[in-house]
């Protein structure tokens, strides 16, 4: 059944299909972090789909969640209508958001993805400021949808300004730490700030704590603060896309709580819906200027996916998950920092929680074109990367990979993985890097 399912698929299926190219499973059946596929494997999911799935696969709490509306006879769609089921949600996500920004907040439900809501924050803003240009990031991911997309640097027909965003690694400039966060910082400042850069006055700037598909690049705290700073100062709505790095993910409740900056939009989705499509903006009321049925659609009250997202909501706030993130992820940090050491192919490892990242690097190039904070870097190496993959899943690990080469092998296990599958992660994915180098 196995073969005949991935060749039958291979065949129907789009040629832009992504993740299934790559990952030839068939998966049957889970349970927290570990995947069954047809043909009787088993997998550990270091991709919690992309970083949906904060509490791993079929978490007790959220199949029960989902069983006791269905079990309540509610109507499972009701447009955006007011239900019990969405009060309760939407009381649960308040109670975890920044204090500053809950206390005068609204919030609107969007659709089944992260791209729709990343479009309702843009023509939030727009409808709000009256202005229409967008500042974005390099390395920036915001979703497939045309406005989404030309934020993340696709080509579409929607006006973006980009700007450079600090790396610890490949910064921009090709100087990494402070000093690159604080040349991005000052590019940023001549951009909105000199005629003669060209640039309009922007609705909004858009960025995520820690990007994620650009190949997880954590935002310097210093620099988020900055960033807060000239938008404040300019009176340019910052949006955070959240999208990736909530629900404790990276070691903070929200990611934005690890510089303290409040943003006057946030971007959510993924695991706010527990394993199923939810996706919501919350933003300062002084904002909400758009007219009444300025925005609409038909998939915004998911009944299941908001009861499913406020038990993991919840589980994660009481359980402390966000804590747990935060240690466990800095302790496979330190796992991969020093096998870094024994091996001259891992450029860099980087990422903040249960959201890491390995760029993989060919030492052999000459000459190295890099420059970082401790010198010269190789370049990066996805035909290495790709090979590594490979060999993961061999060994039964899955992981995906991401960054502007393809060359950054990307961890984001579920924020309940125990002690043993951490190790066992980190343990599995050295063999198979020594394999790969072979
Ligand atoms: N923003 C970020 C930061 C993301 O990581 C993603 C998805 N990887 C999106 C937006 C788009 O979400 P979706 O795929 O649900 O449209």
Redesign the pocket.
């Known amino acids: 059944a196995h073969e005949g399912i991935l060749r039958r698929q291979a065949l129907r299926e789009s040629a832009a299909r992504t993740y299934a190219r790559s990952l030839p499973i068939v998966p049957v059946r889970a349970r927290g972090m570990t995947i069954e596929g047809a043909d009787g494997r088993r997998y550990l999911d270091c991709l919690s789909g992309?970083?949906t799935l904060a509490l791993g696969h079929n978490h007790p709490v959220v199949l029960e969640a989902i069983r006791k509306v269905i079990d309540s006879g509610a109507p499972l769609h009701v447009l955006d209508l007011a239900t019990p089921v969405k009060d309760a949600f939407t009381t649960e996500l308040f109670a975890t958001l920044p204090r500053e920004l809950a206390d005068n907040a609204r919030i609107q439900f969007c659709g089944?993805?992260?791209?729709?809501?990343?479009e309702a924050a843009f023509k939030l803003v727009r409808a709000a400021s009256g202005r229409s240009e967008l500042l974005a990031f390099t390395g920036a991911?915001?979703?497939?949808?045309a406005g989404?997309l030309a934020a993340s640097g696709g080509a579409t027909d929607v006006r973006v300004t980009r700007l450079p965003f600090p790396q610890n690694y490949r910064c921009p400039f090709g100087v990494g730490g402070e000093r690159g966060a604080d040349l991005a910082a000052r590019w940023t400042e001549y951009l909105l700030d000199d005629p003669k850069s060209g640039v309009p006055a922007p609705a909004a700037m858009i960025l995520?704590p820690v990007?994620?598909?650009g190949g997880v690049n954590p935002a310097p705290d210093g620099w988020m603060r900055r960033m807060r700073e000239i938008t404040q100062e300019r009176s340019i709505a910052l949006i955070a896309?959240?999208?990736?790095?909530g629900v404790g993910r990276t070691g903070t409740y929200w990611a934005v709580e690890h510089s303290g900056i409040v943003p006057d939009v946030m971007?959510l989705?993924?695991a706010i819906g527990g394993s199923l499509?939810l996706?919501v903006i919350v933003y300062r009321a002084e904002l909400d200027l758009w007219q009444p049925g300025a925005h609409a659609g038909t998939f915004r009250g998911n009944q299941l996916a908001m009861a499913a997202g406020a038990a993991t909501l919840a589980y994660v706030r009481e359980n402390g998950l966000a804590e747990r993130a935060g240690t466990l992820g800095a302790r496979m940090l330190a796992r991969l920092q020093a096998l870094a050491a024994d091996h001259p192919s891992i450029g860099d490892v980087r990422g903040r929680g249960l959201m890491i990242g390995i760029e993989l690097a060919d030492p052999e190039a000459e000459p190295p074109t890099v420059t970082t904070e401790n010198g010269s870097a190789p370049p990066p190496d996805p035909a290495l990367a790709a090979v590594v993959q490979q060999e993961c899943l061999r060994r039964g690990l899955i992981v995906e990979l991401g960054g502007r080469h393809n060359a950054v092998v990307r961890l984001l296990p579920p924020l309940t993985l125990t002690d043993e599958q951490a190790t066992a992660v980190v343990d599995r994915l050295a063999d198979a890097l020594r394999a790969a180098e072979l």
């Open positions: 992309a970083g089944p993805a992260g791209t729709d809501a990343v991911y915001h979703g497939m949808t989404a995520e990007q994620g598909e896309d959240e999208v990736q790095t971007v989705s993924k499509p996706a």
